[in-house]
């Protein structure tokens, strides 16, 4: 690989550099208290033997408060590798539970953390939490995964600079490329909520109300609950501080509460084993330290049958101070037997109907309402990451509420396309050196073309942008109508390309392009279905996976200056794969020769 300008600008800190794993053999002290019990969950049984039952087995959320506390520590490390002083987080954004997370023990729970990409006073750290069995020969679950972001902290106790990282392999680079469009979203995290929210709350009742009808309702009120802990030295970090992980854990003991509250008792039915499918807006607004009492509440907002959305809050005071707001977040709860969008788990006998819970103040009501929003963004997420990878979904639905999403998963597909687990191979090379690669993965067929260019990354980046010039130099391009604008940096609209001189095909595409972090640029565009793009008759609609180009400076020498390397990626379904590479062959001579075109028109 040809040194890139963030190499030079990383104060020689690559990405692998904070790499951190911390490994932990599961005892019976881990898994005790009220957000994790080692008793099995009761078998189905007669309400009255159920009961009875229930007495003696909690509900749980199956040691997610101990193993969130052991991620935010593993975190921690790799950012002051990074930074060389302390650090403190400052939120936890897309954790994701990938399967059923039940603490035994004589389980080894193994988290590995990295920093992905460091920011002038931020970075982001990604974490990932694995079980293995010591004892019997099973393959490790994968279980957990989130991203922590976090601040670095000066001798005046105030946000400092943070050094560069470099990523210097294909999975660092795309991380790095992809933390910057995770932190853009954090900023509009209330607007997307809000606009998920305007989804026709009456059709949503009336989902959640079909599976509550043998449940009767509860108040809000009657899930709440309030308790204090005192931050003492074994809770905090070497700066004296309250480790993160250690609040958290304690707001997964007071959702898990409150959710137990509000499910027991449910018209005799067995309190069903609950666990976490998602936790949304964790941001540590303020610190707490040493001697601080912490105070967390906790109510189910919403309920929607199969699920529960859990809002918990915490304030810090001193003896002699005054309450203070530190952090607020929300809890995803189902039971064990189900999936969040209401779909039977792989051993579910049955649904397990949940109470709907009745807003009273207008407190309550706020929050009822919110739940919506965040509900949908995230089952509309879980469905698009079901897509991204699926052959059979070549054309994302538009949506605008997930419209940033959908912009951000358009680079991130071109991206993991380009740097893939799978290897590219050489198919042909042109006298100029340029080569053809292709390689299928994951049912998708992919090619590229690579050349070195004498210009500057940035001018060959506005001019593959440019619309209007774009006919000069590729011969198969036809012409483009943009329709809508999304933000800054993304477009939709209807391309036409001929495949012959006899064949014309149209295009509905979402087209994102970005200057990354590291230097480089992206445009990438995919098949959206968007109704201002509708079929055409004088034209045979087509669609394509995310495709575009790579633009990437390469460093400076006596001989070569203001060169860059420029990519052109094309992916193609499964349906396509018996001809994708005979394809790729066929139009190389094509692609080649618009590249010769494109460099002519640059120099």
């Known amino acids: ?316 005071y001193r003896l002699d101070g005054v309450r203070r707001l530190i952090n607020q977040a929300y809890w995803h709860l189902a039971p064990a037997n189900t999936e969040e969008g209401g779909q039977p788990g792989n051993n579910a006998s049955a649904m397990t109907p949940l109470p709907a819970a009745v807003p009273e103040t207008e407190h309550e009501l706020t929050e009822h309402r919110a739940a919506l929003g965040r509900r949908n963004l995230r089952l509309h997420r879980k469905a698009l990451d079901d897509s991204v990878h699926s052959e059979l979904v070549l054309s994302w639905v538009w949506r605008q509420h997930l419209a940033a999403d959908l912009c951000k998963r358009n680079i991130q597909c071109l991206l993991e396309a380009l740097w893939g687990r799978v290897p590219w191979e050489l198919m042909s090379t042109s006298a100029e050196g340029w080569t053809l690669h292709s390689k299928t993965e994951n049912g998708v067929t992919c090619g590229k073309l690579t050349a070195q260019l004498d210009a500057e990354a940035g001018k060959a980046f506005k001019l593959a942008l440019d619309v209007k010039r774009r006919p000069k130099w590729d011969k198969l391009f036809r012409r483009a109508d943009i329709v809508a604008r999304v933000g800054d940096n993304n477009d939709i609209g209807a391309w036409v390309f001929a495949d012959s001189p006899t064949s014309v095909r149209d295009f509905s595409l979402l087209r994102s392009w970005r200057a990354l972090d590291d230097a480089r640029y992206v445009i990438a565009s995919r098949s959206v279905l968007h109704p201002g793009v509708p079929e055409s008759k004088n034209f045979t609609r087509a669609e394509v996976l995310s495709s575009g180009f790579i633009i990437e400076p390469l460093a400076t020498t006596k001989k070569r200056k203001g060169a860059c390397e420029f990519t052109y990626l094309l992916q193609l379904g499964k349906s396509a794969t018996s001809l994708g590479v005979s394809t790729l062959t066929g139009r190389s001579q094509v692609i080649m020769e618009n590249i010769r075109r494109f460099s002519a028109m640059l120099k």
């Open 1 to 316: 690989n040809q040194p890139t300008m963030a190499d030079k600008a990383s104060d020689g800190l690559s990405c692998g550099d904070s790499a951190m794993c911390m490994t932990h053999l599961i005892t019976a002290a881990d898994v005790a208290g009220p957000t994790a019990s080692s008793t099995p969950a009761p078998a189905p049984a007669p309400a009255a033997a159920a009961a009875a039952e229930n007495k003696t087995t909690t509900p749980t959320t199956g040691g997610l408060g101990f193993v969130l506390r052991l991620m935010d520590i593993c975190a921690c490390g790799s950012a002051e590798l990074v930074a060389k002083k302390p650090c403190v987080t400052l939120s936890l954004d897309e954790l994701v539970l990938d399967a059923g997370l039940v603490l035994r023990p004589g389980l080894l729970l193994t988290v590995v953390s990295q920093v992905n990409c460091a920011f002038n006073t931020s970075m982001e750290v990604g974490v990932s939490c694995t079980i293995e069995n010591l004892l019997v020969d099973e393959p490790v679950t994968h279980v957990c995964r989130a991203y922590f972001t976090f601040v670095a902290l000066g001798s005046d106790g105030k946000k400092s600079s943070i050094p560069r990282v470099a990523p210097l392999n294909d999975t660092d680079r795309r991380r790095f490329a992809m933390a910057s469009e995770r932190r853009k979203l954090r900023f509009k995290r209330k607007e997307i909520i809000a606009e998920a929210e305007a989804v026709d709350e009456t059709k949503a009742a009336a989902t959640a109300t079909k599976s509550t009808l043998a449940v009767r309702s509860k108040q809000c009120s009657e899930s709440r609950v309030q308790f204090t802990e005192i931050v003492l030295p074994p809770h905090a970090n070497h700066m004296g501080n309250t480790f993160g992980g250690q609040v958290l854990c304690w707001m997964d003991k007071a959702a898990a509460i409150a959710a137990c509250r509000h499910v027991r008792g449910s018209a005799g039915h067995a309190m069903p084993p609950l666990r976490v499918v998602g936790i949304d807006d964790v941001f540590f607004i303020g610190p707490s330290t040493v001697g601080d009492r912490i105070e967390l509440s906790s109510f189910v907002a919403r309920s929607f049958g199969t699920s529960l959305d859990v809002v918990v809050t915490v304030h810090a």
